[in-house]
């Protein structure tokens, strides 16, 4: 079996040979590249399995690196973990706007960021459970689970895989009210915790990427969102 590949964009050389060191004892491959161009180009010509992305970088910032990923074909799906050594909340909340799946601050340890990234790969590998439907059509939107895939309107929509999960479970039940805490666990499939801030967050990428077919998604003050009717 092949190993995983994890590409990691960090100028940090010590952090690079820490990360390197400790993913490939765990039976990782490691890519990296110091500049945010490079990586993604690398990104572009060898798709590995994880991206661990700096958001402080040289040159093309790690914010940017994580739009222009998002917006190729060839890696819009690819699960992207931030590390951040930035003590606001608004930084976070920026990248995962952008598309980032998740984030690690700045320090770390070496086991976390290990646990992290298989957190990430397992996500990756599993489909949103539901036992019987695999596609859903609501007004004009559709998604078709088999395919990972989403369109409105008929044309395609570019969602990450947490914005995919979290759309899925309000489609996929209209009129059921999901707490932030329930549509956090369909994000991470309940593998680790994530701010409710971050739910919001989604949800607003969502709706913009969704235009006038955003009004779907209804906020319910104090408890959370529903898929209207």
Known sequence: MAKPTVLLIEDDPDIVE?????LEREGFSVLSAARGE?????ARRRVPDVVLLDLMLPGMDGLEVCRRLRADHATVRLPILMLTAKGEETDVVVGLEVGADEYVRKPFSPRELVARVRALLRRASQEPADATRTRVEI??????????EASVHGAPLSLTRAEFRLLWALVRRPGRVFTRSELAD????????????????HVSSIRRKLGNAGELIATVRGVGYKCRD
């Open 18 to 22: 820490m990360v390197r060191y400790n």
């Open 38 to 42: 490079e990586g993604v180009e690398l």
């Open 139 to 148: 007004q004009d939107l559709v998604l078709d689970l088999g395919r990972y």
């Open 186 to 201: 369909e994000i991470t499939a309940g593998e680790c915790v994530i701010l409710d801030r971050n739910v919001d967050v």
